[in-house]
């Protein structure tokens, strides 16, 4: 029986209207992170479409790491709690390639407002309440980023440094899991600086002494920025590392 409260797409390409409307459910809940969706007959079913053109809209969003096929199980919607998805934005590797073990120290977790630059970067009004956490991450045992968070405040109400330092480890996994709140996409800015004031103190380092500064904004569904995240990253024996296709 088709669902009734789903209008069917009503211009081309189909696929893109279906992943619209799939889109819309995740952003609505129907399906949370690590849940199985529709088959693609139920859903040609309920959009009225052909399978064909579900699948196309259902592999747009695997390519976008959205959902996940799974041979013989079905598609899940993707979740940062799979273990090789947890640290899925941190690009910084080793020069030898060892894996490492990332530890994370909580510095601070405060309530700020978001200023104009911010505002326009969360799409806020300016002097909207956000969240400011500040947090020193270790690679064996050595600090080697400075790590500086803000989020819209509404989306994350609750979130304190017990709740970040309980988690320690992906923020990301965190705000998926106690927040509902997947991310999906970042967009990154690197530049050359010198190490200043707290930061270079918490690094154990000389003032100027070069920095990698890598400043983030992380998306969730609908393209909605929910994270501003500036890393102050030690590259002496370490490096970003990217995979381009």
Request: aromatic fraction near 6%; charge should be neutral.
């Amino acid at each position: 029986m088709i669902d009734k409260g789903y209008s069917s797409p009503s211009y081309k390409p189909l696929y893109d209207q279906i992943k619209v409307l799939l889109t819309q459910s995740l952003i609505g809940g129907e399906w949370r992170p690590g849940d199985m969706i529709p088959s693609e007959i139920e859903l040609a079913s309920r959009y009225k479409v052909s399978q064909g053109t579900v699948r196309k809209a259902i592999d747009a969003l695997a390519s976008e790491n959205i959902l996940i096929r799974r041979q013989g199980k079905g598609t899940f919607v993707a979740t940062h709690n799979a273990e090789d998805a947890k640290l899925r934005f941190l690009r910084l590797t080793s020069a030898d390639g060892q894996k490492e073990v990332l530890n994370n120290e909580l510095i601070s977790c405060t309530k700020s407002k978001a200023d104009a630059r911010m505002a326009q970067i969360l799409d806020l009004k300016a002097g909207a309440s956000t969240i400011e956490v500040k947090r020193l991450l270790s690679f064996s045992g050595r600090p080697l980023i400075y790590d500086h968070i803000i989020v819209p405040a509404n989306p994350f109400k609750g979130l304190n440094g017990a709740r970040v330092e309980e988690a320690n480890g992906s923020m990301y996994s965190m705000y998926e899991s106690q927040f509902g709140v997947r991310m999906i996409r970042a967009e990154e800015r690197l530049t050359a600086v010198g190490a200043k004031g707290e930061v270079a103190k918490a690094l154990g380092l000389p003032l100027n002494e070069p920095l990698l500064s890598i400043e983030r904004v992380s998306f969730t569904y609908g393209d909605k920025p929910m994270e501003w995240r500036l890393g102050l990253c030690v590259t002496d024996n370490h490096h970003y590392m990217n995979e381009l296709e």
